[in-house]
């Protein structure tokens, strides 16, 4: 069974770090890119950083770029993001989400069941 | 950045309706679009990628079409589980953006 899951959520002071990792498994992690999207409370989807299937090429949002670091381990089939300096703005349910096609970015065909991130004082 | 713009953000309906949603780029993204539904409290599911491809798995009478900057997600016949909130998303270049989206009520 193809799976997503995400942890490392929770409450953290603004101005705090936290890392959120995601295993995966019943597929070829190595094989596709993978992302995190988020989604403040009561609002819409946000993506925030991809990854190549490599690690060698990353992407990020404005709202988070310089702050936050995507990483993944191929062998151990995980992907994570390092969040620094967070902003009660950040406060959102995170989303690993697998690209569609292989080394692809077209769609998010598989996503985890998320992990809150609160950041207040 | 390609910004997004979904219309309506909200409709109602009634089980058998035919609903449209439409998805308006800011600027060109060809045929990079996809549409997600989501449930409350759980993940977006994909529904369309490629503007117009079907995701395995998905009901026929969801079905998607468009190119350039407007695209349409339709759904044939509305059963009782397709209330939910739908999202556009482009990814013909980052960063990835995605509509705000169209919630879909019972009327």
């Known amino acids: 069974e193809v799976q997503l899951l995400e942890s490392g959520g929770g409450l953290v002071q603004p101005g705090g770090s936290l890392r959120l990792s995601c295993a995966a498994s019943?597929?070829?992690?190595?094989?596709?890119?993978m992302s995190w999207v988020r989604q403040a409370p009561g609002k819409g989807l946000e993506w925030v950083s991809a990854?190549?299937?490599?690690?060698?090429?990353?992407y990020y949002a404005d709202s988070v770029k310089g702050r936050f670091t995507i990483s993944r381990d191929n062998s151990k089939n995980t992907l994570s993001l390092q969040m620094n300096s967070l902003r009660a703005e950040d406060t959102a349910v995170y989303y690993c989400?697998?690209?569609?096609?292989?080394?692809?970015?077209?769609?998010?065909?598989?996503w985890g069941q998320g992990t809150m991130v609160t950041v207040s004082s | 950045d390609t910004q997004m713009t979904q219309s309506p953000s909200s409709v109602s309906a009634s089980v058998g309706d035919r609903v449209t949603i439409t998805c308006r780029a800011s600027?060109?993204?060809?045929?990079?679009l996809a549409w997600y539904q989501q449930k409350p409290g759980k993940a977006p599911k994909l529904l369309i990628y490629?503007?117009?491809s079907l995701q395995s798995g998905v009901p026929s009478r969801f079905s998607g079409s468009g190119s350039g900057t407007d695209f349409t997600l339709t759904i044939s016949s509305l059963q009782p589980e397709d209330f939910a909130i739908y999202y556009c998303?482009?990814?013909?270049?980052?960063?990835?953006?995605f509509g705000q989206g169209t919630r879909l009520e019972i009327k």
């Open positions: 600027q060109g993204i060809s045929s990079w």
């Open positions: 989400a697998k690209g569609r096609q292989q080394g692809g970015y077209d769609a998010f065909d598989m």
């Open positions: 998303q482009q990814a013909n270049s980052f960063p990835i953006t």
């Open positions: 019943g597929f070829t992690f190595r094989s596709y890119a």
């Open positions: 490629a503007a117009s």
């Open positions: 990854i190549s299937v490599s690690g060698d090429n990353t």
